[in-house]
Antibody
């Protein structure tokens, strides 16, 4: 079955760290760029970060630059998001998403169910 | 404030047609393809339209997309109660070097 399964969310204090994981199955993982998108419950979608198929190119939304690091392990079909110096504003559902496309014309064709991150003291 | 502007809500009765607009700028919609996503309550988003007007396998032709200048539109014909959801447009923004989404439009079937 083609799917993405996120894990690693939970309750964490401000300033602490958390590492999210995404396990991919059912497709050739290292053929595709992968991304993280987050959503505050009841609010809209926000793209967080993306990584190329080989891991050489990464991108981040300004609000997480210098705090979050995206990475992947193609041998284990896994995507990661290391989140440091967490803030209450980082609280959200975090979705792992697979992308298809070329250049700047790409789209999210497969989404995981999400994992909830809550940053609170 | 989202980079892409969508109406907060649209509504119609079953069987009718609705359209959802997505307004952007010269750094996003004018030069990059728009995709549309549907999010049913309590579930993850799902791809509806990509490359402005293409439908993935399994998406019925009741859903259509178009794009011109700095705007894009999602159309839904033959509205069904199961279409009640939040709909988001998205595209890459060259100025921000980031993927941007609209704030979402809630479709209500009356």
């Amino acid at each position: 079955e083609v799917q993405l399964v996120e894990s690693g969310g939970g309750l964490v204090q401000p300033g602490k760290s958390l590492r999210l994981s995404c396990a991919a199955s059912g497709f050739t993982f290292d053929d595709y760029a992968m991304h993280w998108v987050r959503q505050v419950p009841g609010k809209g979608l926000e793209w967080v970060s993306g990584i190329s198929w080989n891991g050489y190119t990464t991108a981040y939304v300004d609000s997480v630059k210098g705090r979050f690091t995206i990475s992947r392990d193609n041998a284990k079909n896994s995507l990661f998001l290391q989140m440091n110096s967490l803030r209450p504003g980082d609280s959200a559902f975090y979705y792992c998403a697979k992308t298809v496309g070329t250049g700047q014309d790409w789209y999210f064709d497969l989404w995981g169910r999400g994992t909830l991150v809550t940053v609170s003291s | 404030q989202s980079v892409l502007t969508q109406p907060p809500s649209v509504s119609a009765t079953p069987g009718q047609r609705v359209t959802i607009s997505c307004s952007g700028s010269s750094s996003n919609i004018e030069i990059n393809y728009v995709s549309w996503y549907r999010q049913l309550p309590g579930t993850a988003p799902k791809l509806l339209i990509y490359d402005s007007n293409k439908r993935p396998s399994g998406i019925p032709d009741r859903f259509s997309g178009s794009q011109s200048g700095t705007s894009a539109t999602l159309g839904i014909t033959g509205l069904q109660t199961g279409d009640e959801a939040d709909y988001y447009c998205g595209t890459w923004d060259n100025s921000l070097s980031a993927y941007v989404f609209g704030a979402g439009t809630k479709v209500t079937v009356l």
